[in-house]
């Protein structure tokens, strides 16, 4: 009996060049989205920037460090916009 394993097929990468591509460009996205919604209306711009950081980091693997970034990145400027629209006392819409 030989330890050779039965199929002759090599393992596959867990993800492709492609996919880590296109789930970098959301997690930029999301954090220029989530950046610029300090400025400006903080709702519309934090629910899709959250939705596309956890769409990126569903796309990738554990240990990627930008979809991670962006997720965090997001979360604190949620919190931050909702200190400066109270604060200030700025429209949310």
């Not at 990145?73 to 400027?77: E, Q, S």
């Given at each position: 009996m030989s330890a050779e394993p039965f199929s002759s097929l090599e393992a596959?990468?867990?993800h492709s060049h492609t996919t880590e591509l296109v789930a970098g460009y959301l997690a930029a996205f999301a954090i220029f989205a989530s950046v610029i919604s300090l400025a400006w209306h903080p709702i519309r711009l934090l629910g899709p920037a959250m939705l596309l950081a956890l769409i990126s980091a569903g796309m990738t693997g554990r240990g990627r460090r930008l979809p991670f970034v962006a997720v965090m990145?997001?979360?604190?400027?949620f919190f931050l916009a909702m200190?400066?629209?109270?604060?200030t006392g700025r429209a949310l819409w």
């Open positions: 596959q990468p867990e990145t997001v979360a604190v400027c200190t400066i629209s109270v604060v």
